[in-house]
């Protein structure tokens, strides 16, 4: 069976499981430096310092939302909310420090946050694929739920009374 995109589905699983692995190993590192180069402590005064709305609540959300959401999305775990709540992280970072009018990160640019954020909201909408932990633990309860749902709608779709013919 083939995906909209040409690719056969396997193909596509193996892809998303790269896409969430590099993704992830990426957010992973951006958390582990807020947490263990620079500390919590220390990124909320960088936070300050750059404006950002609310730094004592704002670093300490956006080092564990990256450390831990990072190590969801390799796993594939809870992927529609680590999505979003990852790209919010990003969007906020993109409008607050990073929405200049050159696109290169070297420069204080937005192209590093925009792709990242991108990358994320696309897997919290595409989901994680069939090689994850959110396929292991949910595919049974999304599975009787079709089962009763075409059921539901086949019964509907009987027609209850019948015209007489001439």
Do not use: C
């Not at 692995?21 to 936070?47: C, D, P, R, Y």
Request: zero cysteines; charged letters at 15%.
């Amino acid at each position: 069976m083939y995906a909209t995109t040409g690719f056969p589905t396997i193909a596509r699983d193996i892809i998303t499981v790269l896409a969430r692995i590099a993704l992830g190993v990426i957010f992973i590192a951006h958390g582990w430096q807020k947490f263990n180069e620079w500390t919590v402590s220390g990124t909320t005064q960088s936070f300050a310092q750059m404006g950002v709305p609310l730094p004592d609540i704002a670093a300490p959300f956006a080092t564990f939302v990256e450390l831990i959401g990072g190590g969801l999305l390799i796993l594939g775990a809870l992927t529609p909310l680590v999505g979003i709540l990852l790209a919010a992280n990003l969007i906020g970072a993109l409008v607050i420090v990073h929405l200049v009018p050159v696109p290169f990160v070297d420069q204080g640019g937005w192209e590093l946050v925009a792709a990242l954020a991108a990358g994320a909201l696309l897997l919290a909408a595409m989901g994680p694929g069939r090689f994850s932990v959110d396929r292991f633990l949910f595919r049974r309860k999304k599975g009787s739920k079709q089962s009763r749902s075409t059921a539901a709608t086949s019964a509907d779709s009987v027609p209850t009374e019948q015209t007489p013919t001439k």
